[in-house]
C-alpha cells in the first residue's frame, strides 16, 4: 500500500429518535454535507462505501441496494460492509484500501441507521444473531450480555458502579455541545445509580438511545487532497479484528479483539508507545463501562486502570487525555453504523481544530477513533493525524 490517504470533508445528520427522513434521505443529508465541506461534487468521487448494519432495522431487504442512490452511488463502484458496531470505522478502512491500494483516487463513505422502523424495538432484531442451537433458545438479548460483562469488568478489577457512572456523567454533559445531539443532559452520578434496572448492573442511564441517523467522510490519495482543503488530515493507521462468536468462551473482562486491532493500526501508524502518542481518543460508548474496556483494550492505560484516569480527570476535555469530548454515542446518540463513523468525524474535526465548544484544551495531532460490534467480538480501529 504505497499512497497516502487522506479525509477532506465530513457531514452528518442530527441524530434523532423517529427520524420523518428515509434511510435514502439521510444517507444523502450526511453525503452532500461532506461533499460540500470541501466543495466536491458526485463528479469527482470514484468510489462510494456504505456502511449499515441489519436490513431488518430499516424494515427492507437489500439494504445496501436500497440506500445506493441515497448515498451517491448510482454508476459507481460500490461496496456495502456490515461488521455490526464496527461498521462505521471499518468501512473508512475499506475506503482506504480502496485509494491506498491506488484502485482509485477518491472514494465517499456514507454509514445510516434507521433503528426506529424495527418495531416493537430493535432489541428483536439481535435475537436472530445469536446460535439457534445454544443460545437463541434462551432468549438472550444484548442488554443481558452486556450485564454479564459488565459484573465480569466490575469483579475482576474491583471497579465501583460510582466509578462507571461517571462516563455517562461525562459524556452527556459534553454532548450539549453538540448541535447533533439526540440525548445531552447535565446529570450526576446518582441519578445515574437511581435510574431504572433494566440487567443489573445495567440501568437505564448507563445505556445509549435508539437512535435514527447518518455520516459521511470524503476520502482522497495525496496527489489530490489539497486540491479540495489546506486542512487533510491522514489516515495514519486501520486495524481490524473478528474473535470467536461464542461469547461465553470468553474472559468477558477485557476485549482481546480491540488489543489486536488496536495493535494493527499502531504498527501501520508508527506508534509504539499509545499513551504518550495519542492525543485524543474517541473509543465506543454503547454503554458507559464499554468506554473503560475500550480504553484498556487500545492500550492507552493498563488493564483495570481506566476507572481511575476518569476519577482524576485526566480524561475529561482538558485533560492529560480526553476521551469522548464529542458527548460520544451516550450524549450525540447511537445509529449503530453512523455511530463509529461519528467518531472517525470527531476525531477528523479535533485534529483541524474545527470542533467548536468541543475542541479540547491541548493541540491534539493524533487521535484514534474505535468501534466494537457483532456478538462482543469485532474490535476496528482508525488512528488519523495532522
Not at 437463541?136 to 452486556?146: A, C, D, V, Y
Amino acid at each position: 500500500m504505497g499512497r497516502r490517504v487522506a479525509i477532506v470533508g465530513a457531514g452528518m445528520t442530527k441524530f434523532v429518535r423517529r427520524a420523518k427522513e428515509t434511510g435514502k434521505e439521510l444517507a444523502f443529508y450526511a453525503a452532500k454535507a461532506a461533499l460540500d465541506s470541501c466543495g466536491a461534487k458526485l463528479k469527482d468521487i470514484d468510489a462510494v462505501v456504505l456502511g449499515s448494519a441489519p436490513d431488518t432495522f430499516d424494515g427492507v431487504h437489500m439494504k445496501g441496494e436500497y440506500l445506493s442512490c441515497g448515498a451517491g452511488a448510482f454508476g459507481k463502484p460500490y461496496l456495502r460492509c456490515f461488521v455490526g458496531g464496527g461498521t462505521g470505522v471499518f468501512a473508512v478502512a475499506v475506503g482506504w484500501y480502496y485509494i491506498a491500494s491506488g484502485i482509485f483516487d477518491t472514494c465517499l463513505v456514507v454509514c445510516e441507521e434507521k433503528m426506529s422502523s424495527y418495531q416493537p424495538h430493535p432489541q428483536g432484531a439481535f435475537l436472530t444473531i445469536f446460535d439457534h442451537t445454544t443460545e437463541r433458545p434462551l432468549g438472550p438479548n444484548l442488554l443481558w450480555i452486556f450485564a454479564l460483562e459488565m459484573q465480569r469488568y466490575m469483579q475482576t478489577y474491583g471497579i465501583k458502579k460510582e466509578e462507571i457512572a461517571l462516563v455517562a456523567v461525562k459524556n452527556k454533559k459534553n454532548a450539549l455541545d453538540h448541535p447533533a445531539a439526540q440525548l445531552a443532559a447535565e446529570i450526576t452520578v446518582e441519578d445515574v445509580l437511581n435510574s431504572e434496572v433494566l440487567c443489573y448492573p445495567v440501568q437505564r442511564l448507563d445505556v445509549s438511545p435508539v437512535s435514527d441517523g447518518a455520516c459521511a467522510i470524503v476520502m482522497t490519495n495525496e496527489y489530490l487532497a489539497r486540491r479540495f482543503t489546506d486542512k487533510p488530515v491522514w489516515v495514519s493507521g486501520v486495524g481490524w479484528c473478528l474473535d470467536t462468536a461464542y461469547w461465553t468462551n470468553r474472559d468477558l473482562a477485557y476485549p482481546r479483539y480491540v488489543e489486536e486491532a488496536a495493535r494493527m493500526a499502531y504498527k501501520m501508524a508508527g506508534i509504539r508507545d499509545p499513551r504518550r502518542e495519542i492525543d485524543v481518543a474517541e473509543p465506543y460508548d454503547p454503554f458507559d463501562y464499554k468506554e473503560l474496556h475500550h480504553l484498556e483494550g487500545l492500550m492507552l492505560c493498563g488493564r483495570g486502570e481506566a476507572p481511575q484516569l476518569l476519577v482524576d480527570g485526566k480524561t475529561q476535555r482538558d485533560g492529560e487525555l480526553p476521551v469522548c469530548p464529542s458527548g460520544g454515542l451516550l450524549g450525540v446518540g447511537n445509529p449503530i453504523a453512523a455511530a463509529g463513523l461519528m467518531k472517525v468525524i470527531e476525531i477528523f474535526w479535533q485534529l483541524r481544530g474545527e470542533a467548536g465548544k468541543r475542541q479540547i484544551a491541548k493541540k491534539a495531532k493524533r487521535g484514534v477513533a474505535q468501534a466494537w460490534g457483532d456478538l462482543m467480538q469485532v474490535g476496528t480501529v482508525v488512528v488519523l493525524e495532522i
